[in-house]
C-alpha cells in the first residue's frame, strides 16, 4: 500500500467527525426525540454509532498496540447483530454528537499513529481474517449507512412539517 492509500483511508475514518459537526446544526430544527410509529429516533440512531464504537471498532483499534492484535470481547464482524435495540440514554444532541465525535478522533489518533504497513495487519474474527484497511472499510460503510438512515428521517419530518403547515 503506498502513501496515498494510507492518506486516503485514514480522510475516509476521519469523514464522519465533519458530518456529525454539521449535524449539530441541523438537529436543533428537528424533534430529534421523536419515535415515529415506535422505530428510532433519531437521537437512538446516533447513539447506535456510539455504541458500535464503544463495542466495536475502539476495542479492535485499540488492540493495535499489541503484538498481536485481537477483536477482544466482540469476535465477529456481524457486531451489528449484538447490539440489539439501542435507546439514547441523552436527550441533548450537542452531548451525544460531542462524545460521538470524541470516540471517532480517538479512532483517528490511532489511525494516524499506524505505519502503513500496519493497514495490511489483520485480525482473526469468528468469520476469518479481515485486515485494518478492510475494518476501516467496514466502519466507514457502517458510518454512512447509519447516517443515510439520519438524514431520511430528518428529511421525512421536514416534509411532514411542510405538508401539515
Known sequence: MDTTDHSQIVRDAAWLVDEL???KHMLRDVPYLD???GQESVLDMLARIGKAADLFFLPVFGS???ATPD???VKSLEFET???KVRSTVDEPELLLDSLIKKRMDVLHILENLDKKDFERTIVFKE???SISGLISLMVRYDRKQLKMIAERMLAMDMERHNAG
Open 82 to 84: 449484538h447490539l440489539g
Open 128 to 130: 476469518g481474517k479481515e
Open 71 to 73: 477483536a477482544g470481547e
Open 64 to 66: 493495535l498496540g499489541k
Open 21 to 23: 459537526a454539521t449535524l
Open 35 to 37: 419515535r415515529p410509529m
